[in-house]
């Protein structure tokens, strides 16, 4: 089983700042088959990345990925007020198909 | 658009079975690109990929669940099925339907469910 580490675990970040938020996995994800998701509260995951780097219908701009092999890397380049939530990495490139234990971004 | 929703007891005794449907609307349940899915996420944790069905029948389980777990889907009401057997109150969770779209079991899950909490207790 692929295990994804995120981190950090808290991310303490301002509206207008820059994200960086990181998954490390166990061993190589084949293909770059990794997903990012964002949750809110009583809400389901949203989609935003897959294929590592491409960004889900209607995701704005300021959402990129980026990594290979066991290191990814999702990045807001500058954080609105709707972006603080919680993030998980997925890889879906070796069952079982494994999540990120999440990182939370928070309001600074 | 494809929309997915989830049905089915919100509580479940312990040593009992969970089943829960999850209808999808706005698109066929047979179409050959898609497969269906159900992770679950108990309060305060993660997520957890427990199962994913094509319409064809092939299944695909979470080695860590699959003794205790069935899917299946019903194609004349555009519905997929999870039962997940002998469970105790580790269940306990928020379970999520899914779909992606591909040509094997692995895939990005767009669009999700809302999401429905099950717990179990006696």
């Known amino acids: 089983e692929i295990v994804l580490t995120q981190s950090p675990d808290t991310l303490s970040l301002s509206p207008g700042e820059r994200a960086t938020l990181s998954c490390r996995a166990s061993?190589?994800?084949?293909?770059?088959?990794l997903a990012w998701y964002q949750q809110k509260p009583g809400q389901a995951p949203r989609l935003l990345i897959y294929?590592?780097?491409s960004r889900a219908t209607g995701i704005p701009n300021r959402f990129s990925g980026s990594g290979s092999g066991t290191d990814f890397t999702l990045t807001i380049s500058r954080l609105e007020p709707e972006d603080f939530a919680v993030y998980f990495c997925?890889?879906?490139?070796?069952?079982?198909?494994?999540f990120g234990q999440g990182t939370k971004l928070e309001i600074k | 658009q494809l929309q997915l929703q989830e049905s089915g007891p919100g509580l479940v005794k312990p040593s009992e079975t969970l089943s829960l449907t999850c209808t999808v609307f706005?698109?066929?349940?047979?179409?050959?690109?898609?497969?269906w899915g159900w992770i679950r996420q108990p309060p305060g944790k993660g997520l957890e990929w427990i199962a994913t069905?094509?319409?064809?029948?092939?299944?695909y389980y979470n080695p860590s669940l699959k003794s205790r777990v069935t899917m299946s889907v019903d194609t004349s009401k555009n519905q997929f099925s999870l039962n997940l057997a002998s469970v105790t109150a580790a269940d306990t969770a928020v379970y999520y339907c899914?779909?992606?779209?591909?040509?094997?079991?692995?895939?990005?899950?767009?669009?999700w469910g809302q999401g429905t909490l099950v717990t179990v207790s006696s």
């Open positions: 899914a779909g992606h779209e591909g040509s094997s079991s692995g895939g990005w899950f767009d669009p």
């Open positions: 706005g698109g066929s349940i047979s179409s050959t690109s898609y497969y």
């Open positions: 069905i094509h319409y064809s029948g092939s299944t």
């Open positions: 061993q190589s994800v084949r293909d770059n088959y």
């Open positions: 294929g590592a780097s």
């Open positions: 997925q890889q879906y490139g070796r069952s079982p198909y494994t």
